[in-house]
């Protein structure tokens, strides 16, 4: 069922961008791409989404490669409040409505 | 607003018992997915309720059930629970039937000994 492929961690020092990278290359052509981040067991937290366009949010930007096959979530000037797990996540067609397919997600440390 | 609420935060019991965990979903939203989230793996999907009724299951067997109330609130059930259901479980609701935004709740996390 896995859909996404993410390095299962990284570092970024403080006030630098942190580039997340995501492998979904099985994913079909109306399936979206998520990201979420969940903070020491917390619920996770909706940080950004797309298709296929490049996306930017006043969290976030999402960049979508041509082909689909992989995306990159960038923390423009990463805090120490960014530490956290960051997941990649298709939305699959399901039997009527749509589920969510979480990766094992990319444990982010920002340093000071 | 007030957003998605879960009871309770922590449970504990042993195994073949029954387990009841309640969710409260964010105002105007009238779609609930529950989550299983495994120590150390990301949250897997067990199903979608909407307009009480279910509408979409992952790969989870029949012990686990659910209920939607007319007030969108959702309750999961889980039947002769086993060691392996230990696990944070999570309750997301969203506006219409599954295709936007999840937002997620605090979590309950369920202890089988």
């Known amino acids: 069922d896995a859909k996404t492929t993410q390095p299962p961690s990284m570092d970024c020092a403080e006030g630098r961008a942190a580039n997340l990278p995501c492998n979904h290359s099985t994913i079909s052509g109306n399936e979206y791409v998520y990201w979420y981040r969940q903070i020491h067991s917390q619920g996770p937290q909706y940080i950004i989404h797309g298709l296929k366009n490049n996306e930017t949010n006043e969290m976030a930007s999402l960049i979508i490669t041509e082909d689909r096959k992989s995306s990159t979530l960038i923390l423009p000037h990463a805090t120490l409040r960014d530490t956290a797990v960051y997941y990649c996540?298709?939305?699959?067609?399901?039997?009527?409505?749509?589920?969510?397919?979480f990766g094992t997600g990319t444990r982010l440390k920002v340093l000071a | 607003e007030t957003g998605v609420t879960q009871s309770p935060t922590h449970l504990i019991k042993t195994r073949g018992q029954q387990v009841t965990l309640r969710c409260s979903s964010q105002s105007g939203h009238n779609t609930v997915s529950w989550y299983q989230q495994a120590l150390g793996q990301g949250p897997q999907f067990i199903f979608q309720y909407y307009r009480e009724e279910e509408n979409g299951r992952g790969n989870f067997p029949p012990r686990f059930s659910g209920l939607q109330f007319p007030n969108y609130s959702s309750e999961l059930n889980v039947n002769a629970l086993e060691l392996d259901d230990s696990a944070l479980y999570l309750c997301a609701s969203s506006r219409g039937w599954g295709g936007n935004e999840q937002f997620f709740g605090p979590g309950t996390r369920l202890t089988v000994l």
């Open positions: 996540i298709v939305r699959v067609a399901t039997s009527g409505t749509y589920k969510y397919i």
